[in-house]
């Protein structure tokens, strides 16, 4: 793949933030991380996410790209060759993406210790389940 210039907007403390960072690390793509004051928003990051004026927002070459899981789904798609994040078969993926988006409704931290509390409950099955 050609040169890529890689940003991702962050607030030091934001578990959707470090959802990402991990998604990055784990397919070893060298990243730049911008902090973020969510109390006083840059101009980068309303013109990058102005629907929710949230981060994370990944900025892959100038393109903004919202939400941590739309974020980890598009990183897992175009860096195809590294370590896959999301299972390929369908069914399975449906699966993630349900518990997920139930991590999400039920307000768990969605990385943490309570994820590994979680993770055992469900019996997880694969770093998908930690890192979403
Ligand atoms: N659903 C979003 C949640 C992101 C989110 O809640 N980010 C918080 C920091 S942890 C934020 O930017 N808050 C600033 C605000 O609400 O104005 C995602 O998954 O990316």
């Given at each position: 793949m050609a040169e890529q210039e890689v940003k991702l907007l962050v607030k030091w403390c934001s578990p959707?933030?470090?959802?990402?960072?991990?998604?990055?690390?784990?397919?070893?793509i060298r990243f730049q991380v911008v902090e973020q004051d969510t109390t006083k928003k840059s101009t980068l990051l309303l013109n990058s996410n102005p629907i929710y004026k949230?981060?994370?927002?990944?900025?892959?070459n100038e393109k903004p790209i919202c939400e941590s899981l739309v974020i980890v789904e598009y990183i897992d798609q175009t860096w195809k060759n590294a370590t896959p994040i999301l299972p390929l078969d369908p069914y399975e993926k449906a699966v993630a993406r349900f518990w997920a988006?139930?991590?999400?409704?039920?307000?768990?931290?969605?990385?943490?210790?309570?994820?590994?509390?979680?993770?055992?409950?469900i019996g997880g099955k694969g770093p998908f389940v930690i890192l979403l």
């Open positions: 959707f933030a470090m959802r990402v960072e991990w998604a990055l690390k784990l397919k070893g949230k981060i994370p927002v990944l900025i892959h988006k139930f991590v999400e409704e039920k307000n768990c931290h969605p990385v943490g210790l309570r994820h590994w509390d979680f993770q055992l409950e």
